[in-house]
Every structure is written in structure tokens, then in C-alpha cells.
């Protein structure tokens, strides 16, 4: 069983040092290369030792014992610790594993993840063994202890909720509390509940990370003071500055919803800035099509353009990230005793990896990917194919509601009074509205409304990809959201879309109804084909992805479908409630 994410065991230490004292060799031996070393702040020149997956050695001697070892000539190459994703959230399409193989081939080796949807798609225990499985895979994988759900649920799915979070608290491979995107409920809503979380995990000495777009200072100062460490949310140079100045260690956004980064960067150095050792990089969990490129290189990238010291640009991406979580001395840097996660670099000037070695195996080598099989009991941990048992029936289709949502941009909605002819069995073309139903999973309740901006001429998109793992239907017409949801039903959850009868698109999501099961380059084009359907069929903005997941998320303005029903955000009140089927 692979143990770096929590330690090696007592035979494994002896034999590594063994191989300083010349009694075993390395399995690998980089000579004569060009490393990083982020204690120093220098690059330094000499040789890297592994076992394994254990870095035992970096410095200007050469092992006395290397029969078996492989010997690798790093002459032509810098070599960087593998780069650190602070802050993913790996559903968004895409599964863990996928995101994770991905992301080592170009370079992010230890990613910090959201466990925000083994909260709502299966058992504890069953997430407990899933996170036991992933350790298997080439990047190594921590986790997040989440305390509110992002949307409002029913009384008995909330208290399901609640009670999963302490045992996540205390889990080993969770290193952080957070996001809290609820944030108003303890500030200024008394929720004694979330701040006793809060509490909680800093009595297991881990850092709490908060959600605070657009705060003043005076809500950045108090969520200091119950406890928040770390903060994602700055649009600005001058938001970043306000948080470090508070204390806040500052993770620095350039995602697909927000691609902030270059002119937060632009604007630090303009300003004069040059102490870069409290902030990190991250993507914030964007969509498959934005990762294009991998996930922290081209962060590393615009600072290096923006003109951030070089080394300082490498150490956002590595070191600095490391010590925030306390695993430093485990990833983050290349010095004796860390997990052997090194990127390959032609230039210091490029920080795309030619070559990469994760956990000791090469996961790319001279620009070619090399594939490790690693099965994931998906099944047998609870995360299967959506088994609906339900329909929609004609009587749920009522829309005699009359407040809309209206999309300001991909995922913010601000409330609309209704004035169109609802009792037709297809919306006009004249205009952006459609037919908006969230419906229950279980097939229990749902609310129904319209929605104005998704789209021109769409008849039904369905959807079993959302924030909460309930049903998004939405169109034009009502027969073609119908024959939507039942082609979802047949291939186990998905995003299909219909028009005039005719199924124009699928995305199967087989596992939970949430997740594809594809390798990230496909999934790639097939979110980029959804998207092309959904331009010609009138969306205007950029992430329908997004629009999707954040329908009911109650922590963007101004109003949401959620299982309680139309919400004000503001002001957490049901303004129509959700209706029982």
C-alpha cells in the first residue's frame, strides 16, 4: 500500500538509510542536473536520489551502491518539486481520478480537494474507502472537511449532512476545514452548529479556509477572528494586498468562471510588491475545457510574464502551498525525506514539464504520457450509474409562478416578474425564456419556474449534474424536456439535450450521475461540443457548465432554485416553496 500521504513504515526508513550509508541503492539516479532548492531560494546544481517514492538525497554526492538503479542524466534540465493545486474541486464533469492522472501528466502533483459530493453521493464509510483508493494514483491526494452544503436541503437531508462532518474533520487526509461559503450563518445568523466545525478542526490543528468575494474589511477581520487562515476569493491587487495585510495566507484565482490571475499579478508588481511567500495559485475547480493547457503551469506562466521573480513564481506553485497545509514535509520542495514528485523543465523560463516523476514513476517522460492502470472500485463504493424510478408526468409540469430566475452572467440570477403565456406547450422563440424545474432526485418534490438567458431555442436540456446531485430540467418545450429526462434515465444520468423530438446531444455522467468516466482530453471535447449546441441554441455567456452547478447555490446573488424552493439569498427566505409530487 502506497503511505505517503501519512508516513513510512519503520522497515522502509531503515532501508532508506541504508542507501546514504552505501548498504542499498536508489531505484533511481538523477546526475548532474539543476534543481530547485526553495530553502535556499537558489538553483543549485548536483544530483537527486530516490527509492522509490521517497526523495533520499539532493546535493553534490554521488551514491557509492547503484547496481539496479537507473541512471538518468539531468544535464539538459531543471528540475522543480511537483506543482501543489491548493484548492480543486474534482467533479466538475470530470472524477477524481481522471483530474488527478491529468494533472501529474502536466506537472500538479498533490492537489487539495473539495469533498463536497461524497457528502450528498454515498455512504461515509464507503467515501472513506474511495479516498483509500486514490492514494493508488500518480498525484497524491488530500481532502477538505466541508460544512455547509452551498444550497439549503430539507430537514433530514441537512442532519444526514451535519452528521457525516466530524468524523471528515479528524480523517488524515483531510488537511483543511472549509470552504465556507455559508459564512453569513455564523457571522451574522448565530449558526453555532458551523462555528463549533470551525472550532473543531483547529483543535485538530488544521487551517480553515473561508469564501469572502467582495468582503470589507471588517467581515475579513471577524472571520479572521473566528478562525479563518486562507482566502481564494481577491478579484484585485488591491484585494489581495487588504487580505495579507489582515493576515489571511492568499491563494491567487485564475479559473474559467473567474480568470483573475494575470491582472491581480500585473497589478502587485505595478504596485511595487515583491513579498510573494504568503500566496499560492489555484483553479479553482474550472471546467475540462479551461485545462487545456495542464492546471498550475500556466499560472507559473503568467507570473513569469507579469515579471514575478522567477523563483518566487515556482514557489507559489510548490513550497509556499506545502507549508500553508503543514505537509511540507511531504511535498513541496526536493529535499531528503519528501515524496519523490519532480517536474522536468527545459527552461526555468517554461514551466510546462517535459518529464515528470510522480510518486518515483515516470508519469511523462521526453513529452510522451506513460499510462498506469489504476482501477477505482467505483460500484462497490456507491458511486454507480443513476437508477431513477420515477417520471415526469404532465401534471408536474405546471409553471404558474410569477417570479423567474434571470442570468446576469454564467451563475449570478437576479428575480424577474413573469408576464408570458406559461400554458403553452412551447415558449415562444422571441424571446431568452425557458421552463425551469429542479426536481428531487428521489422523485419526492420539485420546484418549478422559468429561467431567462439560458437559451433561444432550445426544447428541453436535462441534467443530473448539479450542486446538489437533483434533476435540472429546462428548455423551450415540455415534450422535449420530457424525452430528455427519459434518454437521462437511460443512460444512467447525464446532460442530454432535445429539440423537436430529436436527441441532439448526450453526456453520460455514469458515476453518481455527476461524474463522466472519461479521460480528461475527451471529456474535453465533449463539454466543447455541448457547448457549441448550446451557442447555436441562443446561450450567450461562457460556462453553461457552471450555470448548471450553481443553479442552487446559495452563495451567489440573488436568488436560487433549491430543494426548499425559490430562495432570496440575502435574506434565506423561501419566497415560493418546492412542492411535494
Given at each position: 500500500m502506497n503511505e505517503t500521504r501519512f508516513r513510512w513504515r519503520n522497515r522502509q526508513l531503515r532501508e532508506h538509510a541504508a542507501i546514504i550509508d552505501g548498504k542499498k541503492a536508489p531505484t533511481k539516479l538523477i546526475k548532474n542536473t539543476?534543481?530547485?532548492?526553495v530553502y535556499l531560494k537558489k538553483w543549485m546544481h548536483g544530483h537527486i536520489w530516490l527509492y522509490d517514492d521517497r526523495i533520499i538525497y539532493t546535493g553534490q554526492e554521488l551514491p557509492s551502491y547503484t547496481e539496479g538503479t537507473e541512471i538518468i542524466d539531468g544535464t539538459d534540465s531543471y528540475i522543480?518539486?511537483?506543482?501543489?493545486?491548493?484548492?480543486?474541486?474534482?467533479?466538475q464533469l470530470y472524477n477524481p481520478q481522471s483530474f488527478a492522472e491529468y494533472a501529474a501528466e502536466t506537472g500538479t502533483t498533490t492537489l487539495v480537494n473539495d469533498n463536497l459530493m461524497w457528502l450528498f453521493l454515498t455512504e461515509k464509510e464507503k467515501a472513506f474507502s474511495l479516498l483509500e483508493e486514490f492514494m493508488d494514483l500518480p498525484a497524491t491526494m488530500y481532502w477538505w472537511a466541508r460544512f455547509d452544503p452551498q444550497s439549503v436541503l430539507r430537514d433530514e437531508d441537512r442532519h444526514a449532512f451535519d452528521s457525516q462532518i466530524p468524523d471528515w474533520i479528524t480523517h488524515?487526509?483531510?488537511?483543511?476545514?472549509?470552504?465556507?461559503?455559508?459564512?453569513?450563518?455564523v457571522l451574522h445568523h448565530g449558526d453555532e452548529q458551523i462555528l463549533h466545525f470551525m472550532q473543531e478542526t483547529k483543535r485538530s490543528r488544521k487551517p480553515l479556509e473561508a469564501h469572502l468575494p467582495g468582503a470589507s474589511e471588517q467581515t475579513l477581520v471577524k472571520m479572521r477572528l473566528l478562525g479563518m487562515d486562507s482566502e481564494h476569493e481577491s478579484m484585485t491587487a488591491d484585494d489581495v494586498l487588504k487580505r495579507l495585510e489582515i493576515g489571511y495566507h492568499t491563494g491567487l484565482r485564475y479559473s474559467s468562471i473567474r480568470p483573475d490571475l494575470p491582472d491581480i499579478l500585473q497589478g502587485l508588481v505595478d504596485q511595487g510588491h515583491n513579498h510573494f511567500d504568503h500566496m499560492m495559485y489555484t483553479t479553482d475547480g474550472s471546467t475540462p475545457g479551461f485545462y487545456r493547457e495542464g492546471l498550475i503551469n500556466p499560472c507559473i506562466q503568467i507570473a513569469l510574464d507579469a515579471g514575478v521573480p522567477e523563483i518566487d513564481a515556482y514557489m507559489m506553485a510548490t513550497y509556499y502551498a506545502a507549508r500553508h497545509f503543514g505537509i511540507e514535509n511531504r511535498v513541496g520542495s526536493l529535499n531528503a525525506g519528501r515524496v519523490a514528485h519532480l517536474n522536468f523543465l527545459s527552461h526555468p523560463?517554461?514551466?510546462m514539464p517535459h518529464s515528470v516523476i510522480a510518486k518515483?514513476?515516470?508519469?511523462?517522460?521526453?513529452?510522451?504520457?506513460?499510462?498506469k492502470e489504476t482501477p477505482i472500485q467505483w460500484e462497490k463504493n456507491g458511486v454507480k450509474p443513476l437508477d431513477l424510478d420515477w417520471e415526469v408526468t404532465d401534471a408536474d409540469m405546471q409553471f404558474s409562478m410569477p417570479i423567474g430566475l434571470e442570468m446576469v452572467n454564467d451563475v449570478i440570477m437576479k428575480p424577474y416578474a413573469i408576464d408570458t403565456d406559461v400554458y403553452?406547450?412551447?415558449?415562444?422563440?422571441?424571446?431568452?425564456?425557458?421552463?425551469?424545474?429542479?426536481?428531487?432526485?428521489?422523485?419526492e418534490w420539485m420546484v418549478n419556474t422559468l429561467l431567462k438567458g439560458f437559451t433561444q431555442t432550445l426544447g428541453g436540456l436535462v441534467s443530473s449534474y448539479s450542486n446538489t446531485g437533483d434533476i435540472i430540467l429546462t428548455g423551450k418545450s415540455r415534450k422535449d424536456m420530457k424525452k430528455a429526462f427519459q434518454r437521462m434515465k437511460e443512460i444512467g444520468g447525464g446532460i442530454v439535450l432535445v429539440n423537436e423530438g430529436?436527441?441532439?446531444?448526450?453526456?453520460?455522467?455514469?458515476l453518481g450521475g455527476v461524474m463522466a468516466d472519461l479521460p480528461m482530453k475527451e471529456l474535453m471535447e465533449e463539454e466543447s461540443k455541448l457547448k457549441d449546441y448550446l451557442l447555436q441554441h441562443g446561450f450567450t455567456f461562457n460556462d453553461p457548465v457552471y450555470t448548471l452547478l450553481f443553479l442552487s447555490s446559495m452563495h451567489l446573488p440573488f436568488i436560487r432554485i433549491t430543494p426548499l424552493g425559490i430562495m432570496d439569498v440575502k435574506k434565506k427566505e423561501v419566497l415560493f416553496p418546492s412542492i411535494m409530487r
Amino acid at each position: 500500500m502506497n503511505e505517503t500521504r501519512f508516513r513510512w513504515r519503520n522497515r522502509q526508513l531503515r532501508e532508506h538509510a541504508a542507501i546514504i550509508d552505501g548498504k542499498k541503492a536508489p531505484t533511481k539516479l538523477i546526475k548532474n542536473t539543476t534543481y530547485l532548492n526553495v530553502y535556499l531560494k537558489k538553483w543549485m546544481h548536483g544530483h537527486i536520489w530516490l527509492y522509490d517514492d521517497r526523495i533520499i538525497y539532493t546535493g553534490q554526492e554521488l551514491p557509492s551502491y547503484t547496481e539496479g538503479t537507473e541512471i538518468i542524466d539531468g544535464t539538459d534540465s531543471y528540475i522543480v518539486p511537483g506543482y501543489v493545486e491548493p484548492h480543486a474541486h474534482p467533479f466538475q464533469l470530470y472524477n477524481p481520478q481522471s483530474f488527478a492522472e491529468y494533472a501529474a501528466e502536466t506537472g500538479t502533483t498533490t492537489l487539495v480537494n473539495d469533498n463536497l459530493m461524497w457528502l450528498f453521493l454515498t455512504e461515509k464509510e464507503k467515501a472513506f474507502s474511495l479516498l483509500e483508493e486514490f492514494m493508488d494514483l500518480p498525484a497524491t491526494m488530500y481532502w477538505w472537511a466541508r460544512f455547509d452544503p452551498q444550497s439549503v436541503l430539507r430537514d433530514e437531508d441537512r442532519h444526514a449532512f451535519d452528521s457525516q462532518i466530524p468524523d471528515w474533520i479528524t480523517h488524515d487526509a483531510v488537511i483543511q476545514g472549509g470552504e465556507l461559503t455559508a459564512w453569513p450563518d455564523v457571522l451574522h445568523h448565530g449558526d453555532e452548529q458551523i462555528l463549533h466545525f470551525m472550532q473543531e478542526t483547529k483543535r485538530s490543528r488544521k487551517p480553515l479556509e473561508a469564501h469572502l468575494p467582495g468582503a470589507s474589511e471588517q467581515t475579513l477581520v471577524k472571520m479572521r477572528l473566528l478562525g479563518m487562515d486562507s482566502e481564494h476569493e481577491s478579484m484585485t491587487a488591491d484585494d489581495v494586498l487588504k487580505r495579507l495585510e489582515i493576515g489571511y495566507h492568499t491563494g491567487l484565482r485564475y479559473s474559467s468562471i473567474r480568470p483573475d490571475l494575470p491582472d491581480i499579478l500585473q497589478g502587485l508588481v505595478d504596485q511595487g510588491h515583491n513579498h510573494f511567500d504568503h500566496m499560492m495559485y489555484t483553479t479553482d475547480g474550472s471546467t475540462p475545457g479551461f485545462y487545456r493547457e495542464g492546471l498550475i503551469n500556466p499560472c507559473i506562466q503568467i507570473a513569469l510574464d507579469a515579471g514575478v521573480p522567477e523563483i518566487d513564481a515556482y514557489m507559489m506553485a510548490t513550497y509556499y502551498a506545502a507549508r500553508h497545509f503543514g505537509i511540507e514535509n511531504r511535498v513541496g520542495s526536493l529535499n531528503a525525506g519528501r515524496v519523490a514528485h519532480l517536474n522536468f523543465l527545459s527552461h526555468p523560463k517554461d514551466p510546462m514539464p517535459h518529464s515528470v516523476i510522480a510518486k518515483g514513476e515516470w508519469t511523462k517522460r521526453d513529452g510522451e504520457v506513460l499510462k498506469k492502470e489504476t482501477p477505482i472500485q467505483w460500484e462497490k463504493n456507491g458511486v454507480k450509474p443513476l437508477d431513477l424510478d420515477w417520471e415526469v408526468t404532465d401534471a408536474d409540469m405546471q409553471f404558474s409562478m410569477p417570479i423567474g430566475l434571470e442570468m446576469v452572467n454564467d451563475v449570478i440570477m437576479k428575480p424577474y416578474a413573469i408576464d408570458t403565456d406559461v400554458y403553452t406547450d412551447r415558449l415562444s422563440e422571441d424571446n431568452k425564456e425557458s421552463y425551469l424545474m429542479l426536481m428531487d432526485r428521489e422523485g419526492e418534490w420539485m420546484v418549478n419556474t422559468l429561467l431567462k438567458g439560458f437559451t433561444q431555442t432550445l426544447g428541453g436540456l436535462v441534467s443530473s449534474y448539479s450542486n446538489t446531485g437533483d434533476i435540472i430540467l429546462t428548455g423551450k418545450s415540455r415534450k422535449d424536456m420530457k424525452k430528455a429526462f427519459q434518454r437521462m434515465k437511460e443512460i444512467g444520468g447525464g446532460i442530454v439535450l432535445v429539440n423537436e423530438g430529436e436527441v441532439l446531444y448526450e453526456l453520460p455522467l455514469a458515476l453518481g450521475g455527476v461524474m463522466a468516466d472519461l479521460p480528461m482530453k475527451e471529456l474535453m471535447e465533449e463539454e466543447s461540443k455541448l457547448k457549441d449546441y448550446l451557442l447555436q441554441h441562443g446561450f450567450t455567456f461562457n460556462d453553461p457548465v457552471y450555470t448548471l452547478l450553481f443553479l442552487s447555490s446559495m452563495h451567489l446573488p440573488f436568488i436560487r432554485i433549491t430543494p426548499l424552493g425559490i430562495m432570496d439569498v440575502k435574506k434565506k427566505e423561501v419566497l415560493f416553496p418546492s412542492i411535494m409530487r
